[in-house]
């Protein structure tokens, strides 16, 4: 970015794009609207770090360490390079019976110390209600569960390595674990999605902000308005395993944020976006996550897309049962027309 991006002050309000002297003008068309979402990608980049250059996206080379065969599906544990001189472990899943091309998802894992081991389901470790990569490879779906920094068996310092935060650097990975799919014979390359819950579920939303390829997006207990996360203290979201900068530029303070999450759900229209946000969820109340989706549905509209931003709310905490999974995984199916 050669040049600040303008910074605006009311997140709920996106049908409006600011020119170079900072001046408000409506948005009423699609190209209007682009010149506002490449706004959010810049302003994420001020809290996040930049986006990574090409120069650090070197062939894959996946290495299989293991693999497992479970009735329905089969279990890789691999490796991949992310960049030069990293590389990242995942679990990779395919279905054990595939006609033609499979959809696929990415499947980031929640904030559990197994990381990738929990959406995998190993040992039935974790709650069940977050086992998307096995659940979703015997539907028939090609599936990854990549370590996020610190989680697992993945041990790497973002900061030493030139990263502003640690999300920037997973955002980074789960790009590269999108590449790995799409490398798959067994995947088809237009069918691609990302489900997670908690730290899963928005890091599957910053990936698919950035990354056009993912074409659904499934978000649980991931997120809500940063006015109404805690109060508006935004410490939780400051510490070395997700952005310092909230911390060190902007005060924890939502009013200084560049970005919000209205301004991210709104950039993944047109594409398909499902949320699972339960009534009592202590980590994201509910009522900022209504406001998220209100605030991007008129892009949606815009965008000819209405039908794609769904939003469920059922009674309970911080969780995704199986009827609300079973919901998400029924509308997902519909996404990518099984």
Not at 38 to 62: A, F, T, W
Not at 233 to 250: E, F, Q, T
């Amino acid at each position: 970015m050669s040049t600040a991006p303008p910074f605006y002050p009311d997140h709920s309000n996106l049908l409006v794009y600011k020119d170079a002297k900072g001046k408000d003008h409506p948005i009423t068309t699609p190209a209007q609207w682009k010149k506002r979402r490449q706004h959010i990608l810049e302003n994420m980049q001020l809290v996040m770090g930049p986006m990574p250059d090409e120069s650090r996206r070197v062939p894959l080379e996946m290495e299989t360490l293991e693999e497992v065969s479970l009735g329905d599906c089969r279990r890789l544990k691999i490796t991949f390079a992310s960049e030069p001189a990293d590389r990242v472990s995942a679990y990779l899943f395919f279905p054990s019976r595939l006609a033609g091309k499979a959809p696929a998802m990415l499947c980031p894992h929640p904030s559990s110390p197994l990381g990738k081991d929990s959406p995998a389901g190993i040992n039935g470790y974790d709650s069940p209600n977050v086992h998307f990569a096995d659940e979703l490879a015997r539907r028939g779906y090609v599936t990854i569960a990549p370590d996020y920094p610190g989680y697992g068996d993945y041990r790497y310092d973002s900061y030493a390595n030139g990263y502003i935060s640690a999300t920037m650097k997973g955002i980074w990975n789960h790009m590269r674990a999108v590449d790995l799919l799409q490398s798959l014979p067994q995947v088809d390359p237009a069918r691609i999605g990302s489900i997670g819950h908690s730290l899963g579920g928005h890091n599957s939303i910053y990936v698919s902000v950035f990354d056009d390829r993912i074409k659904a997006v499934i978000s649980s207990c991931g997120f809500n308005a940063f006015p109404k996360y805690y109060g508006g203290n935004l410490a939780g979201w400051s510490h070395d395993g997700y952005m310092p900068r909230i911390a060190k530029v902007y005060d924890k303070n939502p009013a200084k944020m560049p970005f919000d999450f209205p301004d991210l759900i709104a950039a993944l229209a047109p594409r398909a976006f499902f949320t699972n946000s339960p009534v009592d969820d202590s980590n994201f109340e509910v009522s900022g996550v209504r406001d998220c989706i209100a605030a991007a549905g008129p892009v949606y509209e815009l965008l000819g897309a209405a039908d794609k931003l769904v939003a469920v709310y059922p009674t309970g905490g911080h969780d995704f049962p199986p009827e609300e999974r079973s919901a998400a995984y029924a509308w997902l199916d519909r996404q990518f027309g099984r």
